[in-house]
Nanobody, 125 residues
């Protein structure tokens, strides 16, 4: 089991950038570096969207069409963190962003087993 904590959310103007981070807290049975990790978002009244995923090694990444070319997922396994760099933000990117860890390390689109509590990203127009 692994507990995940997101950070880096906030309020930004359209066109701006934010960098979200996901880290494991406590004493996980497996290090975060052994999991595939995905970033999700959910806006009020909308379904949760898987916006990006990365394999355990970082060698495989994938993005939803809605963020492709603007968001970049990366990981630092030495620090057991996964980041989501978000550039050219739009008001429609406003949502709560979650990271999730999947026990199958090469499957970047899930299934995901462990979830963080989320961090709010608000993009003003």
């Amino acid at each position: 089991q692994v507990q995940l904590v997101e950070s880096g959310g906030g309020l930004v103007q359209a066109g701006g950038s934010l960098r979200l981070s996901c880290a494991a807290s406590g004493r996980p049975s497996r290090p975060l570096s052994s999991y595939a990790v995905g970033w999700f978002r959910q806006a009020p009244g909308k379904e949760r969207e898987n916006v990006a995923g990365i394999s355990w090694s970082g060698g495989i990444t994938g993005y939803a069409d809605s963020v492709k070319g603007r968001f970049t997922i990366s990981r630092d396994n030495a620090k057991n963190t996964v980041s989501l760099q978000m550039n050219s933000l739009k008001p429609e990117d406003t949502a709560v962003y979650y990271c999730a860890a999947g026990a199958v390390p090469g499957r970047i689109w899930g299934p995901y087993d462990y979830w963080g509590q989320g961090t709010q990203v608000t993009v003003s127009s």
